[in-house]
T-cell receptor
Framework: GNSVTQMEGPVTLSEEAFLTINCTYT??????LFWYVQYPGEGLQLLLK?????DKGSNKGFEATYRKETTSFHLEKGSVQVSDSAVYFC????????????FGTGTSLTVIP | NAGVTQTPKFRILKIGQSMTLQCTQD?????MYWYRQDPGMGLKLIYY???????DKGEVPNGYNVSRSTTEDFPLRLELAAPSQTSVYFC?????????????FGPGTRLTVL
């Protein structure tokens, strides 16, 4: 079946530090991969996506590369800001069950000045 | 476009009461979803719909019902509320082309059952 595993949080970083949030997946087909961000009191928003192997999604300084050989989609940012404090969710959508999305448990990030 | 809207934002129910969570989208998306998010957990799919008149169960459908009479609306009905249904409920719709295809989420309804 399909599943997504994210690194456990919470993560606390100082401003301008490097961020990595690990995400690995299991899928029956060739999934599309997503990172969503949830700010306090709000719904999830798409941060970036990749639809095939070796694709790199990027947005707002965040990047993630679709690695089929390691079934991973790790989120990275070179220099985090206080405004990046949020919960980050990795997700997949499989071509065979394309109606459904599968989410990881989320990783809480706090950036301190 | 307003996107996906949900009402109410907050609600407290007593055990055994019923209520309907409203969800409306103005993007003409065929796919719509209901999730629940428990504290410190990811999202669990309750029900989804691939178009008006068509609904299907997700991972945790027990205690809930849905209907989809129009493309825009996808209400979630709780019958006989239980404390285990205390959660934050998110509605989402899905659409876009191959480049932008993703889910769009509403702001959520925080439900407490006492």
């Amino acid at each position: 079946g399909n599943s997504v595993t994210q690194m456990e949080g919470p993560v606390t970083l100082s401003e301008e530090a490097f961020l990595t949030i690990n995400c690995t997946y299991t899928a029956t087909g060739y999934p599309s991969l997503f990172w969503y961000v949830q700010y306090p009191g709000e719904g999830l928003q798409l941060l970036l996506k990749a639809t095939k192997a070796d694709d790199k999604g990027s947005n707002k300084g965040f990047e993630a590369t679709y690695r089929k050989e390691t079934t991973s989609f790790h989120l990275e940012k070179g220099s985090v800001q206080v405004s990046d404090s949020a919960v980050y969710f990795c997700a997949l959508s499989d071509e065979y069950t394309g109606n459904q999305f599968y989410f990881g448990t989320g990783t809480s990030l706090t950036v301190i000045p | 476009n307003a996107g996906v809207t949900q009402t109410p934002k907050f609600r407290i129910l007593k055990i055994g009461q019923s209520m309907t969570l409203q969800c409306t989208q103005d993007m003409n998306h065929n796919y719509m979803y209901w999730y629940r998010q428990d504290p410190g957990m990811g999202l669990k799919l309750i029900y989804y719909s691939v178009g008006a008149g068509i609904t299907d169960k997700g991972e945790v459908p027990n205690g809930y019902n849905v209907s989809r009479s129009t493309t825009e609306d996808f209400p979630l009905r709780l019958e006989l509320a239980a404390p285990s249904q205390t959660s934050v409920y998110f509605c989402a719709s899905r659409g876009g082309d191959s480049r932008t295809d993703t889910q769009y989420f509403g702001p959520g309804t925080r439900l407490t059952v006492l």
